[in-house]
């Protein structure tokens, strides 16, 4: 089994054959160094130029020794393929590998599995010589909410979506409605796929209705493609339809949101700005912050997040529909005692109701 120095200097010396141009003006010692040690490897310009002169005797490298300083290149006309990929390619793939899992037909990432697990493998082997290859255990991308595990797909229905969106034709399905408890047959014309979060969505219009809707991929029940072309698909602009706020749930009418915030929360919003209209305005105790917003299902979640740092001023009807939602909630939390004597409190009532009904003269 080779050392772990043996396949460091193996690697080194495949990515410095990568960076070799194919045209004559070619690439200099320092030029090399430096696209070298931009990949991790810390070495000297003195074992570069050893690289390349030992490559040299193995591979059609070039040096052009007519210019100063000389320039090392692949010798014209000779069609030189190198497999495998570089340090930063290999980064990138395992990066990248799990969020494009639900986005890939299953086909398509048969295909890019050899090239995972190649990337697996490289940074493993260069994980004790190069600080690197250890880069992906000091990144990480994490959820800013609550830590909720992701829904499970049924593989085999996921791959039958991806292929009805690839083959750009309708799927009849059953469909699990969270909201209604209920399961659906339809028609649908699959126009896109979402990544969001957690879950996976469907964007597609529902047949005959021409309204583009969300359906969670691991709701659907029964997928089966049809032969029918989908509808609808040529009018559909994936980019303009995440930009118009969609994904946020609910309607997408803007409305012009004002509210008192404390000064806490306006150091947080200052930093990340509710919309690129955003103003805030310090009042007496606190500021008051407007910004033009879509008047969507997250906006709403978010306000409830905020507790008492933020009172919705405007519109009256958003201000309202969050008060009605807080005074609900704040009487599910009354302390138990204050609960248990209201409850006490009604049913003597009740029987002080009942003894009076049945002593009461009767006409």
């Given amino acids: 089994m080779p050392s772990a120095k043996s396949h460091s200097t193996v690697s080194r010396q495949w990515e410095l054959l990568k960076h070799l141009p194919k045209r004559e003006s070619g690439i200099t010692v320092t030029e090399l160094l430096v696209r070298l040690e931009s990949s991790g490897f810390k070495i000297s310009r003195r074992t570069v130029e050893r690289d390349l002169i030992d490559l040299s005797l193995v591979f059609p490298l070039h040096c052009n020794d ?12 000779v069609n030189v393929e190198l497999q495998g990929i570089t340090l930063t390619e290999a980064l990138s793939l395992a990066l990248v590998e799990d969020a494009i899992r639900p986005l890939l037909p299953a086909s398509m990432l048969s295909v890019l599995e050899p090239r995972f697990a190649h990337a697996r493998q490289k940074l493993k082997g260069l994980e004790d010589d190069n600080p690197a290859a250890r880069w992906l255990e000091k990144v990480a991308s994490v959820r800013p909410d609550l830590n909720l595990q992701a829904p499970d ?47 996976t969505y469907l964007i597609a219009t529902a047949h005959p209705y021409t309204d583009v809707r969300q359906f969670a991929v691991h709701r659907f029940r029964i997928v089966d493609q049809l032969d029918k072309p989908v509808e ?49 305005e310090q009042v007496e105790d606190g500021y008051r912050v407007r910004s033009t917003l879509s008047n969507t299902w997250q906006l709403h979640w978010w306000i409830l997040s905020q507790g008492d740092a933020m009172v919705v001023e ?8 969050i008060g009605e939602m807080l005074q609900r909630a704040a009487a599910a939390y009354r302390p138990m005692r204050e609960m248990v004597d209201v409850a006490g409190t009604v049913v003597s009532l009740t029987n002080m109701l009942t003894a009076t009904q049945s002593v009461a003269p009767r006409s």
């Fill in 153 to 199: 797909i049924d593989p085999h229905l996921l791959e039958r979506l991806q292929k009805a969106l690839i083959d750009e034709h309708q799927v009849q399905c059953q469909y699990y409605s969270a909201h209604t408890d209920k399961l659906s047959e339809m028609t649908l014309n699959p126009l896109a796929m979402v990544q969001r979060g957690l879950v």
């Fill in 232 to 280: 609808g698909l040529q009018g559909f602009d994936l980019r303009a339809y995440l930009a118009s706020d969609a994904l946020q749930f609910g309607t997408l009418a803007k409305i012009q949101f004002q509210a008192w915030v404390s000064e806490r929360q306006a150091r947080l919003i200052r930093e990340t700005p509710l919309s690129p209209d955003m103003t805030l």
């Fill in 314 to 321: 405007q519109p009256a009807e958003l201000r309202t529909h």
């Fill in 66 to 77: 007519d210019i100063t300083p000389y320039a090392w290149y692949w010798t014209p006309g």
